[in-house]
Every structure is written in C-alpha cells, then in structure tokens.
C-alpha cells in the first residue's frame, strides 16, 4: 500500500488550499483515514481524520476552517482547508489506519506555508 500526498505550497493568510491523498494498493473496508502535520520543531499531530462510514473528528484548532473528505471510488482523500492562518505551516501528513489488517501507512507528506 502506497500512499501519494499532494497539493501543498504557500499562500497568503485567509486563503484556501486543497490537499489530496491518493491510495494505491489494497486495503480492508474497515479504516479510518486521516491527516496529520508537523511544524518545524514540534511533533507531528492529528489534523483530522474520517472513517469507512464518514464519520469525520478535527482538532479545536482547524474546526470550521478544514473539512476532510473521501472519494471511496477514487481511493482519495481530501482536506479543504480555508481560512489559513501563519500557524497551519507545517508538513501535512496522510495516515491510513487498515483496522482490519492492523496496519498503518504513512504519505511522505506535502509542505503548507501560510505568509502573513
């Protein structure tokens, strides 16, 4: 299972980017999917994540700024995030958890600069 991060760059503050996470390979029907990132010098934390049913859970800090989607056709998740701010700069990370499996992916993770 491979997993393919894209869609990072820089923008100014209050403005929007769509990050996407493609899956290749295969992978039980019982999974949660998420995204996590990591500032420079701190750890890597949860952004947001979604599971098999749609059910969706966001940190307080990116709440009604980000959404998180997937396209189970597509194998693809998604994260919208609009109104940026100087501290959502970090290195956006895609996990998938394969619950059936008891595996764990990582992506090798996109670069998001928010300038003030």
């Known amino acids: 299972v491979q997993l393919q991060a894209s869609g990072g760059g820089l923008v100014q503050a209050g403005g929007s980017l769509r990050l996407s996470c493609a899956v290749s390979?295969?992978?039980?029907?019982?999974?949660?999917m998420g995204w996590h990132r990591q500032a420079a010098g701190k750890q890597r934390g949860p952004v947001a994540r979604i599971d098999s049913t749609g059910l969706t859970n966001y940190d307080d800090s990116v709440k009604g700024r980000f959404t998180i989607s997937r396209d189970s056709a597509k194998n693809t998740m998604y994260l919208h995030m609009n109104g940026l701010k100087p501290e959502d700069t970090a290195v956006y990370y895609c996990e998938v958890r394969d619950i059936g499996r008891t595996q764990v992916y990582w992506g090798q993770g996109t670069q998001v600069t928010v300038s003030s």
């Open positions: 390979g295969s992978i039980s029907r019982l999974n949660v």
